[in-house]
T-cell receptor, first 115, second 112 residues
Framework: DAGVIQSPRHEVTEMGQEVTLRCKPI?????LFWYRQTMMRGLELLIY????????DSGMPEDRFSAKMPNASFSTLKIQPSEPRDSAVYFC?????????????FGPGTRLTVT | QQQVKQSPQSLIVQKGGISIINCAYE??????FPWYQQFPGKGPALLIA?????SEKKEGRFTISFNKSAKQFSLHIMDSQPGDSATYFC???????????FGEGTQLTVNP
């Protein structure tokens, strides 16, 4: 079975450029999470969606960050304009909401470098 | 903001030894406590999880001990193996939603 798919796996861009990260959750999952991982701040939740609706975006750093989930099988995280401090590994995770199972399945991540 | 504190930051254990990682949380609004394992270049993966109505859960060589009154929980890895070398994260889920709050992570190295 395919897990969470993220693209690109690596992205190098210059400060000021727009960056778009993509995620395809596991088929059938109805919750999707975007995380950022850095050495300084660890693993931080940026935003999560239930049934394509943003539920909690309190972790989004600032207005330069935006996330969308136009349908159940696709989500994007956009940074515009990008800054060097945005350099991090960005993970997407999904889960099947409801019931008593809370496991989140993580994708392989996108390593973003902003120069 | 609710926090989960994890220690130690790094841990070196000999093959066959016991690895112990500890976490503490600050309030009672959590109802699910998972541990995730992350290998370099990979995303975190669920290892084992516990709910606050039990004090211990064991799966193979991995055991979670949970102390509700102390607001602490720990991961024990018995008979540690070099293949266990990874970064381990504890986490806690808020009762009211799906948000997971992660600890800072522990880098475990198991020497052969």
């Amino acid at each position: 079975d395919a897990g969470v798919i993220q693209s690109p796996r690596h992205e190098v861009t210059e400060m000021g450029q727009e960056v778009t990260l993509r995620c395809k959750p596991i088929s059938g999952h109805n919750s999707l999470f975007w995380y950022r991982q850095t050495m300084m701040r660890g693993l931080e939740l940026l935003i999560y969606f239930n049934n394509n609706v943003p539920i909690d975006d309190s972790g989004m750093p600032e207005d330069r960050f935006s996330a969308k989930m136009p349908n159940a099988s696709f989500s994007t995280l956009k940074i515009q304009p990008s800054e060097p401090r945005d350099s991090a590994v960005y993970f997407c995770a999904s889960r099947l909401a409801g019931g008593t199972q809370y496991e989140q399945y993580f994708g392989p991540g996108t390593r973003l470098t902003v120069t | 903001q609710q926090q989960v504190k994890q220690s130690p930051q790094s841990l070196i254990v000999q093959k066959g030894g016991i690895s112990i990682i500890n976490c503490a949380y600050e309030n009672t609004a959590f109802d699910y406590f998972p541990w995730y394992q992350q290998f370099p270049g990979k995303g975190p993966a669920l290892l084992i999880a516990i709910r606050p109505d039990v004090s211990e859960k064991k799966e193979g060589r991995f055991t979670i001990s949970f102390n509700k009154s102390a607001k602490q929980f720990s991961l024990h890895i018995m008979d540690s193996q070099p293949g266990d070398s990874a970064t381990y994260f504890c986490a806690a889920k808020e009762t009211s939603g799906s948000r997971l709050t992660f600890g800072e992570g522990t880098q475990l190295t198991v020497n052969p």
